[in-house]
């Protein structure tokens, strides 16, 4: 037998973790990393964050699971806080980002095909190099064809435009169309926002011919781009969102937030979760929330979103060779790298020969993604080894 106990679906590399403190992570061997990676913008409040591990801990001693037969206080907590703080009337809690995609699909075809519809509108327009996560309908939702191979038939009901195309678009639009469901901010792609154009078009198409907006905000969201949702800073509301990732910052777990309208069809019997709003999860995206959701703490990630930028702005001059441009926005910033500097290379050589994880993306990004907690002392140990990556990393010669 080859085949490895773990089911050998990740590249996984030689940094083994087993313990965290705040912003750096701690391998077998006792060795540091500064974790700029965030477990894929998940560890918003870095590791072992007192507030987010005692109230995980409490809850675990009074009641971790009990299904959705049940009256869930915890959940209508959590909720309402959602609803608060948001464009949302009302949220489903999921374990994971692609089943908040998947409730958010269903949530817009369901609202076509009720009461006042028209079921004929089942199609969701998508954009070129979109990630929604790894289910069927998901993978299906996404034009990578990386992430088809070997898994045909995909599901119908998905047309792909490309990102930030407001054109394009519109020009998909046809009767069968139910709205369009779009990352705010590109993650996997490469760190690319949208223009603020594209998504206020976004919204004006949904109102002119009754689509749903959907947006995925699984790695957006949740104060990452400096706002508690990238939304907001668009000048836009969706019809329905999902979000995940950072929600539990380190606990699985997501939700799909709608508005009463979007959410008509979603009535009792339509959809459900085993495990999804347990009291465990609802404690630790309490927690999350208690920190995050916060003016001075929203002001504390615009502000050390900008000194990153800053700083990254300042370095690619001296490594005009590798360094192309700094995009994104907040705590979710991108370093495009020159052709010649394979992002992957890039990233191993920054993780094995100077202790910083980071995260490769599409278009040859390095994806920044640092706890929101982060100080200037660690944006300054950040720049000191990246420029220090830069200065010793191989490029290939030229041809
Ligand atoms: C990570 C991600 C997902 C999928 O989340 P999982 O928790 O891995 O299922 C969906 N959408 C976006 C934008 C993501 O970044």
Redesign the pocket.
Known sequence: MTITPLMPVYPRCAVRPVRGEGCYLIGERGERYLDFASG??VNLLGHGHPHLTQAIQKQAETLIHVSNLYGSPQGEHLAQRLVDSTFADTVFFTN??????ECAIKTARAYHQSEGGDPNRTVLITFRN??????MA?ISASNQEKMHKGFAPLLPGFRYVDFDDLEGAKAAIGPDVAGFLV?PV???GGVRPASPEFMKGLRALCDEHDLMLVL?????GVARTGTLYAYEQYGIEPDIM?T??GIGGGF?M?ACLATEKAARGMVVGTHGSTYGGNPLAMAAGEAVLDVVDNPEFLAHVRNMGERLRGALEQLIPNHDAIFDSVRGMGLMLGLKLKDRAENRAFVAHLRDHHGLLTVAAGENVVRILPPLVIEQAHIDEFIERLSAGARDFALPEAA
């Open positions: 894929i913008a994971s980002g692609a089943e908040a995609c979109a990630f929604h996560g790894r289910t998901t990352e590109q993650g996997e995925d905000e699984v790695q957006c999902a995940a990732k699985p997501g």
